[in-house]
């Protein structure tokens, strides 16, 4: 009986503290090499963090922002890895943490081709970049591009489940461009085109009844994870890099500058040929 008693008080206390932190990743455009690799990297992290606050973790892997933002909705998601142009058209989350990869918090991309070696050559091919939850277009022509170029520069924008799918697209010929993160292996007979500024890479989020000290203690052992060459690691970080992200969303199309010719202007030039004196008139007519 008394070992019965045990085992059942045991039971009770276990999911007490099961499950404590559950971290989703939804970041297609981070390069992971493997879906394998993503999933390794959520459950490293959710270990990580569950054992920060005195708990356990459960990682889990989106692949779709449909799916990603159901989990939300139902709270299934404490702490969450997630791209930059996902979260710029978000809303309900705090950002504790930005990734780091090759040192930086801050991630270059770039435009891949086939064919071409400069941007010019780019017009009117099929350009392919990982899934956003429906803003990839926008993340495309003003986020990456600036608005510098019409919304029908490309002729078709496809959109692919990963990074690491649209360039095995560009490889086999299903595509003619891609725009994927720097530092990248690139497939066989393609070539970089053109690098773009960097943009803050995937952040660590909070969504739900978190905390401000479950956020700091969450910040705090994100700055100690040691992960793979993908993220390698965490950097405390605010919202502002994501907000910039947002700002440039639905930029206006710039055009060139006008070109005005310089004048220059001489006294001489305005009075030449000109009569300046004043004629004199006599009184008498003044009567």
Known sequence: MKRILVTLLVAIAIPAHAESVRVGVFAPAAPFPSTAARVELATKLADHLGKAIGGTGVGRVYARAGDFAAAVKKTEITVALVDPAYLASASGYTVIAASVRGGSTDQGWQLVARTGSKFGD??????????????????????????????????????????????????????????????????????????????????????????????????????????????????????????????????????????????????????EGRKLAIERTPAIDFR
């Open 122 to 271: 780019l017009k009117g091919k099929r350009l392919q970049i990982a899934a956003n939850g429906g803003r990839e277009a926008p993340f495309v022509l003003d986020v990456l591009l600036g608005g510098n170029v019409a919304k029908d520069y490309f002729a078709k924008l496809e959109v692919a489940p990963d990074t690491a799918s649209a360039l095995a697209a560009l490889g086999l010929g299903r595509t003619d461009v891609v725009a994927v993160p720097g530092g990248v292996e690139l497939p066989a007979g393609t070539q970089s085109v053109l690098a773009v500024p960097g943009i803050i890479g995937p952040a660590l989020v909070t969504y739900g009844p978190v905390t401000a000290q479950q956020r700091s203690q969450l910040a705090a052992a994100a700055a100690t994870f040691k992960g793979d060459s993908t993220i390698a690691g965490f950097r405390a970080a605010d919202g502002d890099a994501v907000k910039a992200i947002a700002r440039r969303y639905g930029s206006t199309q710039k055009r060139g500058p006008l070109t005005v010719p310089a004048v220059r202007l001489v006294v001489g030039d305005l009075v």
